[in-house]
Each structure stands twice: as structure tokens, then as C-alpha cells.
Antibody, heavy 123, light 108 residues
Framework: QLQLRESGPGLLRPSETLSLTCAVS??????????WGWVRQPPGKGLEWIGS???????FYNPSLESRVRISRDTSKNQFSLTVKSVRAADTAVYYC???????????????WGQGSLVTVSS | SYDLTQPPSVSVSPGQTARITCSAD??????TYWYQQKPGQAPVVVIY???ERPSGIPERFSGSSSGTTGTLTITGVQPEDEADYYC???????????FGGGTKLTVL
């Protein structure tokens, strides 16, 4: 049974760097044709895709966030990570990691999600 | 940027049909997907590849897509269907994921 679990700091001050990790069990992130992605949701607002890493290692980012975010993976630990530089109050959100499924090229949707990790940016 | 527009809210009485639209600013070249999200929970996909329903999702959920608009239809709405619904598609390159702004479905 696939499980994804986010872990992160919870509270950050403006200008700090956010680091989140998603531990995956029940599937190998490098051995199946899946995407592994990050989606965030500010309190009371909608979903925003941050980026996804393909099982091959190719990475895709939301153009509006690309300058501040980085997605990486550690296949030996079967986990992938998100880094957001220079955080500000607008980065306050629940951050979800999720598995992406594709039926056509790089177009993908998310069929399994973690429970989410609330990150608050405040001075 | 590529945008998907949803109505902020839709209200229906139990047993009625709810339709939630997702309008793109250009032709929908990629599939449309639909998620249901209840308070405090992660989203759950209810429709994928425009019209496909995952196992475990009730038959009352259906999807369609034509031109620049995708539509989620819930036939015979139940009280437990009250939730936020998000559409998702990809930009023309297929390498970016885009979410609609979400629609709050209220069951009166």
C-alpha cells in the first residue's frame, strides 16, 4: 500500500529557506513510470502546483515559482525533497507531496497524496 | 500563463444535478482531471482523463470535455458530496500542471 509522508519545520521566519521531505513507502520512486510532486494550499485558498520529478530524474517546475524552488530526490532513502528559498508570508501553506500518474507524455495527475504539512512563515 | 476558471460556488438540493465547469483560456490540449477536497483532508481524484472514474468513486460522478471547457457532473447529489472541487489540466507544452481556483459545492 502506497504511503507518502511529509516532514518539515512547521515555522520559519521571512528570508529563511524551507526544506521539506516526502518519505515514500510501498513504491520505489526511481523504478516505475510515475511522477512525484509537490502541491501547496494557503489557508482558505486553492491548490497550487509547485513542481514534479519524474522517475527518470527529469524535473518540472511551476514557472511562477521556479526561481525560488528546487526539487531533489534520494533514491537510497526512497524520498524526495522540496527547497524554497527566501520564504515570505505568502509561502504560508499546507504543503502536500503526491504521486503523479501519466497517460500522455508529461501530462500527469495526482492519485495518492500525503496528509500535508503546515508551514507558517512569520516573524 | 495558462489559467483555468471555475465558478466560486455552486448550490444544489439533495437529489439534484450539480455541474461544475472549468474554462481554459485556450483549447484544452491536455486531459482534464477533477479532485474533491473535504475540510482538513487531502484532495481525492474523482475523474481522470476527462471522463474516467477511479475505482471506489460513485457512479454519480461523471466528466466531459469539449473545446475549452471541462465539466464535472454529479447526478443525484448526496449530502456527503458537499466539498471543494478543483479541476486540473496541463499547459500546451504538457510539462506544467495547472489547477483551477476551486468551486465550493453546497448541498442545501
Amino acid at each position: 500500500q502506497l504511503q507518502l509522508r511529509e516532514s518539515g519545520p512547521g515555522l520559519l521566519r521571512p528570508s529563511e529557506t524551507l526544506s521539506l521531505t516526502c518519505a515514500v513507502s510501498g513504491a520505489a520512486i526511481s523504478s516505475s513510470a510515475y511522477f512525484w510532486g509537490w502541491v501547496r494550499q494557503p489557508p482558505g485558498k486553492g491548490l497550487e502546483w509547485i513542481g514534479s520529478i519524474y522517475y527518470s530524474g527529469s524535473i518540472f517546475y511551476n514557472p511562477s515559482l521556479e526561481s525560488r524552488v528546487r526539487i531533489s530526490r534520494d533514491t537510497s532513502k526512497n524520498q524526495f525533497s522540496l527547497t524554497v528559498k527566501s520564504v515570505r508570508a505568502a509561502d504560508t501553506a499546507v504543503y502536500y507531496c503526491a504521486r503523479g500518474v501519466s497517460y500522455s507524455g508529461y501530462d500527469h495527475f495526482f492519485d495518492s497524496w500525503g496528509q500535508g504539512s503546515l508551514v507558517t512563515v512569520s516573524s | 500563463s495558462y489559467d483555468l476558471t471555475q465558478p466560486p460556488s455552486v448550490s444544489v438540493s439533495p437529489g439534484q444535478t450539480a455541474r461544475i465547469t472549468c474554462s481554459a483560456d485556450s483549447f484544452l490540449n491536455q486531459y482534464t482531471y477533477w479532485y474533491q477536497q473535504k475540510p482538513g483532508q487531502a484532495p481525492v481524484v474523482v475523474i481522470y482523463r476527462d471522463t474516467e472514474r477511479p475505482s471506489g468513486i460513485p457512479e454519480r460522478f461523471s466528466g466531459s470535455s469539449s473545446g475549452t471547457t471541462g465539466t464535472l457532473t454529479i447526478t443525484g447529489v448526496q449530502p456527503e458530496d458537499e466539498a471543494d472541487y478543483y479541476c486540473q489540466s496541463g499547459d500546451n507544452s504538457g510539462s506544467s500542471v495547472v489547477f483551477g481556483g476551486g468551486t465550493k459545492l453546497t448541498v442545501l
